[in-house]
């Protein structure tokens, strides 16, 4: 019994396909440096928000999301900065959006969330949560504030 010659041809454009997609995601993975956000086992996990300074140009944001505003909530860095993100939930999933940066996270109770994210251009940086988590949801947003004096 042989294979039917359309059936071949769907088979193997399928798979080309595939690959075309994998490809897309590794190629822009590397050209445009974006970060796929891992999860972290939750045993490392943290209740209250802070900010670590590694070092000049090197930060941590450890960022609460809950009903309904993020902690910390502002967040001051020097220009060029590179911030890790760990982000969690203390009740229901809640979005964790950076419009301009190109970020989307989720806040998820239990788990941790992180990703890396370089400031270079000065300016302030609103996160807003893009995920309904109940009435206060529109009010639920911080800021990136790089080198800004005072947050707008
Ligand atoms: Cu939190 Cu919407």
Redesign the pocket.
């Known amino acids: 019994m042989s294979m039917d010659k359309l059936e071949k041809r769907v088979i193997i454009s399928s798979l080309l396909l595939m690959g075309l997609f994998v490809f897309s995601i590794l190629y822009a993975k590397s050209r445009y440096k974006s970060n796929v956000p891992e999860c972290l086992p939750y045993d490392k996990a943290y209740t209250e928000p802070k900010i670590n300074k590694l070092d000049e140009k090197t930060y941590q944001v450890f960022s609460v999301?809950s009903?309904?505003q993020f902690q910390p909530s502002e967040i001051y860095i020097p220009v060029g900065s590179e911030v890790d993100f760990y982000l969690t939930s203390k009740d229901?999933?809640?979005?964790f959006n950076i419009s301009k940066k190109n970020l989307n996270m989720m806040?998820v109770y239990g788990t941790i969330n992180k990703t890396t994210v370089k400031f270079t251009e000065p300016g302030v940086y609103d996160i807003v949560?893009?995920?309904?988590?109940?009435a206060?949801?529109?009010n639920?947003h911080a800021q990136v504030i790089v080198n800004y004096p005072t947050a707008k």
């Open positions: 999301a009903m309904w229901v999933v809640h979005g806040a949560c893009h995920e309904y988590c109940g206060g949801h529109q639920m």
